[in-house]
């Protein structure tokens, strides 16, 4: 699983069967730093996430399969929608 | 999945039975500065993909990766790892 930025939405009308009805949005992973990956991906996403939301994103195709049946080629899935990320070292920690 | 263009079709002859009958296009993954800008440019390192959509050349599609790929002709195994999973009509990028 990583964290990842959404950047925007995917519009398409042909489509492999099982992903009729699906969210697509535009991401970019995330590093530990914040900085944001050259390539985009494409994840499909049914918690409503918005643009500029940080979201996890998982690639166990399971969960796709699990909802969009076994013939799905989903894989990268939203899992959920980042509130926040704890970065700070405790003191102990420091 | 990750976005690519279309650069062409590969026919093979021959090929392993599973790859019988399959159209594979020729992919070049988009990297987000080209995206935005819009410029039909991909940037990735090209990949081949099984194609059971149709997409033209210079169009540009979501492939899947990994076993997922595989997962459109179950329950028979084949040995593919990239798949088209749609053809982008729009993409709306948020500034």
């Given at each position: 699983m990583f964290l990842a930025r959404i950047g925007g939405t995917v519009v398409a009308a042909v489509k492999h069967p099982t992903l009729d009805g699906c969210r697509f949005l535009i991401a970019q992973r995330?590093?530990?730093?914040?900085?944001?990956?050259?390539?985009?991906?494409?994840?499909?996403?049914?918690?409503g996430a918005g643009s500029g939301a940080t979201v996890l994103v998982s690639t166990d195709g399971d969960i796709a399969r699990n909802r969009l049946g076994n013939t799905t080629p989903a894989r990268m899935v939203v899992v959920g929608i980042v509130d926040q990320v704890q970065t700070r070292l405790s003191a102990r920690q420091r | 999945m990750r976005l690519g263009v279309v650069r062409g079709h590969v026919v093979l002859n021959p090929a392993v039975a599973a790859f019988h009958g399959k159209t594979l296009v020729v992919l070049e993954p988009v990297t987000m500065e080209n995206l935005r800008a819009g410029n039909g440019l991909g940037g990735g390192k090209s990949l081949v993909a099984i194609d059971e959509l149709g997409a033209a050349k210079g169009q540009m599609v979501a492939f899947t990766e990994g076993r997922e790929a595989a997962n459109p002709f179950w329950p028979n195994a084949v040995p593919v790892d990239a798949y088209c999973s749609l053809i982008v009509d729009s993409i709306n990028i948020q500034p």
């Open positions: 995330l590093e530990a730093d914040g900085s944001a990956a050259l390539e985009p991906i494409v994840v499909v996403d049914w918690l | -």
